[in-house]
């Protein structure tokens, strides 16, 4: 795997071989993918050149029951998590069939995102790669190899920079692109044992060297921006409907809790691993300003921590909230939900629901007075589609504190397919192909800050720094209970795999495991 700019293409950019994905003997393997018949080239014209294949890469989930519980040992690999465990957050999946909602939503996406891309000029197919069920990464990237692919474009489905959100698929793709090269073959079976073989290794699969770059965060794109206002303001008619004025209602931005060590990692500073610990609390931490590096969209001091991109994006939405709903301001506060972890790590708060507890007394968690709203409406603008983190968080333990305090509740709908939303990430897509072809690139940012490196830099999103009350090591992959082993920046902007520390679970109460995006 790499991760820099590429010298600028030939008049065509040769695939080794015609890319026609032999699916039909694993068609769970990449559900929905249709390479077949795609060109040998794919001509210089082509706004993706010179990839020949995007991922779709995300946390991944389970589709059936049977599936839940190695999809858990997988997601809680080497802490020694006990099954007794697992079958008592399993109940979550079970109350929705024992299916995520996270492979419905990535199979929309790709199909929008396929769509769109014909419709500028690409020709490039989009498959589906999960972290931690079918199609695993390396599965995906198998097929594209076998099919020809050489060169594969990585669209993770997460927003906003972090360790988590950003580093940590990374490390994935190199991984699985060291598999292939050693010739694995990247399958798999049903439980996390034979999962855990074939992720060091496994027969029937050529050696082949396969470069896979991965997109910027784009937290701060114009179409995240309006597809969020839109899903607000909607959710403020439901409340309309029930009679709840919207100068009455208040506004609770949701997005995943993260250690506050891997949130001081968000935004290094040149003089220790981490920001200061104001960055923990919120404040934009980035560091001074320096010569513009190469494939970086803006210089690095641009880079702001985890909650600062939220703030950032809060920033701007909520003054559109309010302008579109003809207001002259609109009571607005970040929260977070998913926590996990031990019980002695630090995550960033103040959870939703001790959010909704607080307003619904006249306060927020902070102690601070707040009127008493006549609603809410709670918008996960840090996540981009449903899954079950968002039904199960939200519109499950969330509305149901909503109405034990008799407090009118409505879910704005996450960015999903909107079609400003699939076209930014259209236009990141290219940004990307661009610098690969060794093009410069200015993006916009709408939130004054970023817009973020296009190609990673050495001190991107590590996983955190010694923080009061946490382990240096908590890797949070936003699935609750997925604290992972921390990583070591190497040069270059690749990363090596540091010493796991085993971590116990909190209790039920306070966490669930679930996948991130």
């Given at each position: 795997?790499?991760?820099?700019?590429?010298?600028?293409?030939?008049?065509t950019?040769?695939?080794?071989?015609?890319?026609?994905?032999?699916l039909?003997?694993?068609?769970?393997?990449?559900?929905?993918?249709?390479?077949?018949?795609?060109?040998?080239?794919?001509?210089?014209?082509?706004?993706?050149a010179?990839?020949?294949?995007?991922?779709?890469?995300?946390?991944?989930?389970?589709?059936?029951?049977?599936?839940?519980?190695?999809?858990?040992?997988?997601?809680?690999?080497?802490?020694?998590?006990?099954?007794?465990r697992?079958l008592?957050?399993?109940g979550?999946?079970?109350?929705?069939?024992?299916?995520?909602?996270?492979?419905?939503?990535?199979?929309?996406?790709?199909?929008?995102?396929?769509?769109?891309?014909?419709?500028?000029?690409?020709?490039?197919?989009?498959?589906?790669?999960?972290?931690?069920?079918?199609?695993?990464?390396?599965?995906?990237?198998?097929?594209?190899?076998?099919?020809?692919?050489?060169?594969?474009?990585?669209?993770?489905?997460?927003?906003?920079?972090?360790?988590?959100?950003?580093?940590?698929?990374?490390?994935?793709?190199?991984?699985?692109?060291?598999?292939?090269?050693?010739?694995?073959?990247?399958?798999?079976?049903?439980?996390?044992?034979a999962?855990?073989?074939?992720?060091?290794?496994?027969?029937g699969?050529?050696?082949?060297?396969?470069t896979?770059?991965?997109?910027?965060?784009?937290?701060?794109?114009?179409?995240?921006?309006?597809?969020?206002?839109?899903?607000?303001?909607?959710?403020?008619?439901a409340?309309?409907?029930?009679?709840?004025?919207?100068?009455?209602?208040?506004?609770?931005?949701?997005?995943?809790?993260?250690?506050l060590?891997?949130?001081?990692?968000?935004?290094?500073?040149?003089?220790?691993?981490?920001?200061?610990?104001?960055?923990?609390?919120?404040?934009?931490?980035?560091?001074?300003?320096?010569?513009?590096?190469?494939?970086?969209?803006?210089?690095?001091?641009t880079?702001?921590?985890?909650?600062?991109?939220?703030?950032?994006?809060?920033?701007?939405?909520v003054p559109?909230?309010?302008?579109?709903?003809?207001?002259?301001?609109?009571?607005?506060?970040?929260?977070?939900?998913?926590?996990?972890?031990?019980?002695?790590?630090?995550?960033?708060?103040?959870?939703?629901?001790?959010?909704?507890?607080?307003?619904?007394?006249?306060?927020?968690?902070?102690?601070?007075?707040?009127?008493?709203?006549?609603?809410?409406?709670?918008?996960?603008?840090?996540?981009?589609?449903?899954?079950?983190?968002?039904?199960?968080?939200?519109?499950?333990?969330?509305?149901?504190?909503?109405?034990?305090?008799g407090?009118?509740?409505?879910?704005?709908?996450?960015?999903?397919?909107?079609?400003?939303?699939?076209?930014?990430?259209?236009?990141?897509?290219?940004?990307?192909?661009?610098?690969?072809r060794?093009?410069?690139?200015?993006?916009?940012?709408?939130?004054?800050?970023?817009?973020?490196?296009?190609?990673?830099?050495?001190?991107?999103?590590?996983?955190?720094?010694?923080?009061?009350?946490?382990?240096?090591?908590?890797?949070?992959?936003?699935?609750?209970?997925?604290?992972?082993?921390?990583?070591?920046?190497?040069?270059?902007?690749?990363?090596?795999?540091?010493?796991?520390?085993?971590?116990?679970?909190?209790?039920?109460?306070?966490?669930?495991?679930?996948?991130?995006?």
């Amino acid at each position: 795997m790499t991760d820099t700019a590429a010298p600028v293409p030939g008049p065509t950019q040769e695939a080794p071989a015609r890319l026609d994905a032999r699916l039909d003997a694993r068609p769970d393997t990449l559900p929905g993918a249709d390479l077949g018949g795609a060109p040998a080239s794919v001509p210089a014209l082509d706004p993706l050149a010179p990839y020949d294949a995007i991922l779709l890469q995300s946390y991944g989930g389970p589709r059936r029951p049977e599936d839940v519980l190695p999809f858990m040992r997988n997601a809680t690999a080497g802490r020694g998590v006990p099954d007794s465990r697992l079958l008592e957050v399993s109940g979550h999946y079970q109350g929705f069939g024992g299916a995520s909602p996270i492979n419905a939503r990535n199979a929309e996406l790709r199909d929008a995102l396929q769509a769109r891309l014909a419709e500028r000029g690409s020709t490039l197919p989009i498959v589906v790669g999960n972290r931690n069920w079918h199609p695993f990464v390396s599965q995906a990237l198998r097929e594209l190899a076998d099919a020809g692919a050489r060169r594969v474009l990585a669209l993770p489905t997460a927003a906003f920079g972090s360790y988590s959100g950003c580093r940590q698929y990374r490390e994935d793709l190199a991984g699985a692109a060291a598999l292939l090269a050693a010739g694995a073959d990247g399958s798999t079976g049903d439980g996390f044992e034979a999962d855990a073989a074939a992720r060091v290794g496994g027969e029937g699969g050529a050696p082949v060297d396969l470069t896979v770059d991965k997109t910027r965060p784009y937290y701060n794109t114009p179409g995240l921006l309006e597809a969020n206002v839109d899903a607000i303001v909607e959710a403020y008619g439901a409340l309309a409907e029930q009679g709840v004025a919207a100068a009455d209602v208040r506004l609770v931005l949701v997005t995943h809790s993260i250690p506050l060590g891997m949130e001081v990692g968000s935004a290094p500073t040149p003089e220790s691993d981490g920001a200061s610990e104001s960055a923990g609390a919120g404040q934009p931490a980035g560091r001074p300003a320096g010569p513009r590096e190469p494939g970086v969209a803006a210089d690095l001091s641009t880079e702001v921590s985890y909650v600062a991109q939220h703030r950032a994006l809060a920033a701007v939405l909520v003054p559109e909230v309010a302008r579109r709903l003809g207001l002259e301001e609109v009571e607005s506060d970040l929260v977070y939900c998913s926590r996990s972890g031990p019980p002695q790590a630090r995550w960033l708060e103040p959870d939703v629901n001790d959010h909704l507890e607080a307003l619904a007394a006249g306060q927020l968690t902070d102690g601070s007075p707040a009127d008493r709203p006549g609603g809410v409406v709670v918008a996960p603008f840090g996540f981009i589609s449903d899954h079950m983190e968002v039904v199960f968080d939200l519109d499950t333990e969330a509305a149901q504190t909503a109405r034990d305090l008799g407090m009118p509740y409505a879910r704005a709908a996450t960015v999903g397919t909107h079609p400003a939303f699939v076209d930014s990430l259209v236009d990141i897509l290219i940004e990307r192909a661009a610098v690969a072809r060794g093009e410069d690139v200015h993006p916009a940012s709408t939130t004054g800050v970023g817009p973020f490196h296009t190609v990673c830099p050495p001190s991107c999103c590590r996983s955190g720094a010694h923080h009061p009350g946490q382990h240096s090591h908590h890797g949070a992959d936003g699935a609750a209970h997925e604290s992972a082993a921390g990583h070591q920046p190497a040069a270059g902007g690749s990363c090596r795999p540091a010493s796991a520390e085993p971590e116990s679970l909190k209790p039920a109460s306070c966490g669930r495991m679930k996948e991130k995006r």
